[in-house]
């Protein structure tokens, strides 16, 4: 699905990734660890195309096309969506009209009929149920006002809407309470298929345990330094990072 | 030469004329009118009160004036279909300044409510359209002789505050002037439906047009107000409106007004407000698509506990101008102002908001609030803003802000991640940043018919004028 392939980035001119290689196959949940300041949420921002991000070399595929040749809104369109670790508030756009632009400019990409609004309300309705979101959310501003917690749930609502082939979700469980944190998860699970891939990142065990990870990487400085399978995760809670940053160091000397 | 000769000149040679063909009560006001003129000319750029629009050069033109009143031949009945539903309105057209007589099925004021010719009224009622015509605009213009000091000129008062100096395209609308609207809505009368009053600009060759409305609402008296400026011609328009209103002791105001002209139009238009004990009235005013538009609104608080909200939305691009100057005079005590001007400047365009705010020694617990937010699509869009907040009162409450900024590309992406095109991502922001004026309209379906008109509007899908929208 997804092949990255040394892919080096940077912004305002410094050079935040080095040489990612990373292949994520259908169906894969791949989890992202790594200290503040590592550049996970860069990578996420690389993948999806923001134009702050400067990629200088590297490569990025996915299903056979050529990732970086495509705006973001067709990325989006082919099937990649990421819930931002901050989302962004719109005030005076309503979640009902930016839900239906995007749902029907998708659409519009696959060459299908815009839905009615009908159809359309009826649509987010369900998707609302999966995250549980209020319907009074769901009527007001985009992310206006909304509680921290609230607007991470509002990002899973909204992959619920799109039905991405391939999801990143960056620090969704910052922010989110107990109880909800069940939920999302969930609710992730729920939208999750066979074909359907996901890059997790995230610094905390807890998500992991609702949502399993086939891999576990970590970020340090711009590279992939370990990879490993879902007790990667369970070693980081326990130990932090500097046993792979020493792991690191002697490896390099050597 | 500069460009009031032409207009002193012109005066001169139809005094005659104008006189045969208006009722006194319009023409007693005209030589005291051009004598105001002759002595202040048209304002130049170094005119405070004028400074983001060239009058001089707006006016320099060799436009033509329609003196003989020639009939323009088009039934604007049959000419505009009515199209917003659930929008049952009292509809008028006055066609450039021609106020249509002609009786429409739906248009039957109730409860001795007056809807009709300026011009007509004034020979019908000529009590009741003397006592308030010019009337308006003479308080406005005449200083608190306690307050501001000043010298005779010419056997006239002449302030020594610029602010109260007689307006010079008031006082060319008042020498030229032959009809416009009047609109009376006795005292404790409440109009059920809305009024909705077209105004057609249109002509074969390029002309002048000098408008005049008297809104007159009595003590108690309620009314909703719909004006829509729509050019139907091709040519060169340059149109002065000034209209005085004059609302009574608790009496409720509602009056909207929409620009839907070309690109070679040209709006001059003044609006007085004079407000009484506990009235209220609300003015908003949307500039969907123009040429060169400069509004003037002066509202003066002179009844206690008065509430006044102003507000405004300006859509420009191309080479498009719109200047909105305002004033809120607070007189009295207890009255409230709240004041939202907001524009999305595209392309080349200038938009201008001058909105001065008034507290005087007298207007204890007054509460005001003034905000004019903009959004410059493009480097090449021009703001000039400048919020004004003169108070002389200790005990009020006051804020004003002004702010000039870009889309939000944090938004912008967020919304492209989803899907949405940049081109939709930055509508929608222009949108949501105007739709906060259009959700002051509480006529609901005028709202909704609004909401639709900018959207269209945004997608350029509204660049010439093909009629009236929204009766
Ligand atoms: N606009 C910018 N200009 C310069 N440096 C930046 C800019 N944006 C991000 N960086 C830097 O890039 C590095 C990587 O940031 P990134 O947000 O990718 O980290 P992260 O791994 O997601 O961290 P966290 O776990 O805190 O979310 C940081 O050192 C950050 O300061
Ligand atoms: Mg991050």
């Not at chain 1, 998500?207 to 590279?223: A, Q, R, S, T």
């Not at chain 2, 106020?99 to 009741?128: C, M, Q, R, V």
């Not at chain 2, 002509?203 to 408008?211: W, Y």
């Not at chain 2, 070309?262 to 698509?289: A, C, E, G, P, W």
Request: net charge negative.
């Amino acid at each position: 699905m997804l092949e990255i392939k040394n892919l080096h980035a940077s912004i305002n001119g410094k050079e935040i990734l080095k040489g990612i290689n990373l292949t994520i196959n259908d169906g894969e949940i791949h989890a992202l660890m790594g200290q503040n300041g590592a550049g996970k949420s860069t990578l996420s921002n690389v993948l999806v195309g923001h134009p702050a991000y400067e990629v200088t070399q590297g490569s990025i595929t996915f299903n056979g096309k050529d990732l970086l040749a495509l705006k973001p809104e067709e990325r989006s369109h082919e099937g990649i969506f990421m819930s931002f670790q901050a989302p962004v508030e719109i005030p005076g756009v309503s979640m009902v009209n930016f839900m239906r632009a995007a749902v029907n400019a998708k659409r519009k990409y696959l060459g299908k009929e815009p839905l009615t609004a009908g159809e359309f309300l009826k649509i987010m309705r369900e998707k609302r149920k999966i995250v549980e979101l209020d319907s009074k959310l769901s009527n007001r501003s985009v992310n206006e006002g909304f509680s921290g917690g609230e607007k991470k749930r509002n990002e899973i609502f909204q992959m619920a809407m799109l039905e991405p082939t391939f999801a990143i979700l960056d620090e969704t469980d910052s922010g989110l309470d107990v109880d909800a944190l069940r939920i999302v998860a969930d609710g992730f699970n729920k939208l999750k298929t066979e074909k359907t891939s996901a890059l997790v990142i995230t610094h905390y065990q807890r998500l992991l345990d609702y949502i399993k990870p086939d891999f576990v990487h970590v970020l340090l400085d711009g590279n992939i330094v370990k990879t490993g399978g879902p007790e990667l995760a369970l070693e980081i809670e326990d130990r932090g990072f500097d046993w792979i940053k020493a792991e690191r160091a002697v490896k390099n000397e050597e | 030469m500069k460009s009031e000769q032409q207009y002193i000149e012109l005066f001169q040679q139809c005094r005659q004329l104008l006189s045969s063909q208006s009722d006194v009560v319009l023409d007693a006001l005209r030589d005291e009118a051009f004598r105001i003129f002759k002595r202040i000319g048209l304002p130049d750029k170094k005119a405070e009160r004028y400074k983001y629009t060239d009058v001089q050069e707006a006016f320099s033109p060799n436009y033509g004036l329609n003196l003989n009143r020639l009939q323009f031949r088009i039934n604007p009945y049959d000419v505009f279909k009515c199209n917003v539903p659930n929008m049952s309105t009292l509809l008028y057209f006055i066609v450039n300044d021609a106020f249509h007589s002609k009786e429409y099925p739906n248009a039957k004021p109730s409860g001795g409510i007056i809807i009709s010719s300026l011009n007509e009224a004034a020979h019908l009622y000529p009590d009741l359209v003397s006592k308030y015509y010019g009337q308006i605009v003479r308080k406005a213009e005449t200083p608190s002789i306690n307050s501001e000091g000043g010298q005779i000129i010419d056997g006239e008062f002449v302030p020594l505050r610029k602010n109260n100096e007689p307006d010079a395209i008031t006082a060319l609308n008042t020498m030229l002037v032959q009809d416009g609207l009047f609109i009376y809505v006795p005292k404790n009368t409440v109009s059920d439906k809305a009024i909705q009053v077209v105004n057609v600009l249109t002509s074969t060759v390029d002309l002048l047009v000098n408008r005049r409305v008297l809104v007159v609402l009595e003590e108690g008296a309620k009314a909703k107000l719909l004006f829509c400026d729509e050019s139907m011609s091709d040519v060169n328009m340059l149109a002065t409106q000034v209209m005085e209103v004059y609302a009574g002791p608790s009496s409720e105001l509602e009056l909207y007004e929409l620009e839907e002209t070309n690109m070679k139009n040209k709006r001059f238009s003044n609006l007085y407000v004079q407000q009484h004990d506990k009235s209220k009235v609300t003015l908003n005013s949307i500039s969907l698509h123009n040429g060169l538009t400069r509004n003037m609104t002066y509202v003066s608080l002179e009844g206690e506990e008065s509430v006044i909200n102003l507000y405004g939305g300006v859509i420009a691009d191309k080479e498009q101008h719109v200047d909105n100057h305002t004033l809120v005079d607070h007189k009295v005590p207890k009255c409230v102002s709240n004041e939202l001007f907001k524009y999305v400047l595209d392309d080349n365009s200038v938009g201008a908001f001058a909105g001065r705010i008034l507290v005087r020694n007298d207007a204890q617990k007054t509460e005001s609030q003034e905000t004019n937010a903009n959004l410059c699509v493009t480097k090449t869009a021009h703001m000039f803003t400048q919020p004004m907040l003169e108070i002389y009162a200790d005990d009020v409450k006051c804020n004003h802000g002004a702010t000039v900024g870009q889309l939000n590309e944090a938004a912008l992406f967020y919304m492209r991640q989803r899907g949405i095109s940049l081109d939709e991502a930055k509508l929608l922001l222009k949108f949501a940043f105007v739709g906060e004026v259009i959700d002051k309209v509480d006529l609901e379906p005028l709202r909704d018919r609004l909401h639709y008109l900018v959207e269209k509007r945004f997608r350029g899908e509204l660049n010439k004028c093909s009629g009236c929208r929204l009766c």
